[in-house]
Structures are given as structure tokens and as C-alpha cells.
């Protein structure tokens, strides 16, 4: 079956990095990708990796990929207080609807 | 902006009622989707849509059905209104079925019931 597992909360201080992760069940999985929503918005598509790359970086995003353990990873460097948001995990199938983890709630202290 | 446009951004309704939500996808984008965001389900997979016609189902309750018009834009029909239905709808598009399945998603609309 489908499942995408991310732990809730994050707290982090402004400046450092954070690290989201993500696990996910479907060895299947074509594409895995990082939405952000913030509050009262709509989802944003950061970024997405094919499951054949280990690892992507646009900017401050890092995402690293381990297939073998299915664990997918988002790092965003100098974590702003702009950057607090929830942070999806979505993994899907070319042409097939995205399974959603819970998502992580990201929290910056200035 | 993603470019996805959704409408109405909010409405409250009774329960027992008929709401219908409207999508216009990005241009040139084929699919439609359909999600459901509420406190304790989370995001959860509707139905898709590919060119008009209803490629996959997920957690979509028979109350609700959904259709894509020649034009590609799309509605998701939500009858029988209960207070369980409260949710945020999202509506996403892509460009096709093969590879680089990037989809853009719309801001939503609310769904109160009281």
C-alpha cells in the first residue's frame, strides 16, 4: 500500500538549517516532491525529484533521496522566519494523483 | 501564482445543501485533480480527471461527483451537505500522463457547512 510518513513540528532558530524528512512505502514511486502551505494559502511546489536522482538543489532547498531506505529529505539553508509554513511530502506515479504525507509544521524563532 | 484558478474562495452553505466548485487548470494542462484538505484527514485524493474523461478515484464519497468539460475546466459536485464536509477543496492540473508530472495546485476553496 501507499502511505507517506513525516514527523509534525519543527522548531529551529533563524539563521540555522532544517531538515525535514519524509519516509514513504511504494518502491514504485516515479517522483517525490516538497509543497509548502502557509497559513490561510494554498499549496506551493517547491521542488520534486525523480526517483532515479539522489539528490536536487534550487537555492536554499536541498532534497536528498535514499531509495534503498525510502526516505526522502528537504534541507533549507538559513532557515528565514518566512519559511515557517507546513511542508508537505508527496510521492506519485507519472500521470497518477499525489499520496500526501501529514506534513510538517515548520517553526522559525527570530 | 500557479496559474490553477479556483472559485468560489469560500462559501458557507447548510447542511443538506448543493455547492458546486469550479476549476480552471493552467493552459494547456490536460489532467485535473481533485483534493480535500480538512484538520484530521489531511490532503486526501479525490478523483482525476485526463482530457475529459475520469482516469482515477480515491477517497471520494458518492454525495460528491466531479466532472472535466470539453474546455478542460472542471467541477466538483458536493450534495447532501453534512457538517463532516467543512474542508478546504483543492484543485490541482498537470500537463499530461507520461513523464515530468509536475502539478501546480490551486488555492482552494473553503467549505463551511453549518
Known amino acids: 500500500g501507499e502511505d507517506v510518513e513525516q514527523s509534525l513540528f519543527l522548531s529551529v532558530r533563524e539563521g540555522d538549517s532544517s531538515v525535514i524528512n519524509c519516509t514513504y512505502t511504494?518502491?514504485?514511486?516515479?517522483?517525490l516532491y516538497w509543497y509548502k502551505q502557509e497559513p490561510g494559502a494554498g499549496l506551493q511546489l517547491l521542488t520534486y525529484?525523480?526517483?532515479?536522482?539522489d539528490m536536487k538543489q534550487d537555492q536554499r532547498l536541498t532534497v536528498l533521496l535514499n531509495k534503498k531506505d525510502k526516505h526522502l529529505s528537504l534541507r533549507i539553508a538559513d532557515t528565514q522566519t518566512g519559511d515557517s509554513a507546513i511542508y508537505f511530502c508527496?510521492?506519485?506515479?507519472?500521470?497518477?494523483?499525489?499520496?500526501f504525507g501529514k506534513g510538517t509544521t515548520l517553526s522559525v524563532s527570530s | 501564482d500557479s496559474g490553477v484558478t479556483q472559485t468560489p474562495k469560500h462559501l458557507i452553505t447548510a447542511t443538506g445543501q448543493r455547492v458546486t466548485l469550479r476549476c480552471s487548470p493552467r493552459?494547456?494542462?490536460?489532467?485535473v485533480y481533485w483534493y480535500q484538505q480538512s484538520l484530521d484527514q489531511g490532503l486526501q485524493f479525490l478523483i482525476q480527471?485526463?482530457?475529459?474523461?475520469?482516469?482515477a478515484k480515491g477517497n471520494i464519497l458518492e454525495r460528491f461527483s466531479a466532472q472535466q468539460f470539453p474546455d478542460l475546466h472542471s467541477e466538483l459536485n458536493l450534495s447532501s451537505l453534512e457538517l463532516g464536509d467543512s474542508a478546504l477543496y483543492f484543485c490541482?492540473?498537470?500537463?499530461?500522463?507520461?513523464?515530468?508530472?509536475?502539478?501546480?495546485f490551486g488555492e482552494g476553496s473553503w467549505l463551511t457547512v453549518v
Open positions: 490541482a492540473s498537470s500537463a499530461r500522463q507520461g513523464s515530468g508530472n509536475t502539478i501546480y
Open positions: 511504494d518502491s514504485s514511486s516515479t517522483y
Open positions: 525529484i525523480f526517483s532515479n536522482m
Open positions: 508527496a510521492e506519485s506515479k507519472a500521470g497518477t494523483a499525489l499520496i
Open positions: 493552459s494547456g494542462d490536460l489532467s
Open positions: 480527471y485526463y482530457n475529459g474523461e475520469e482516469r
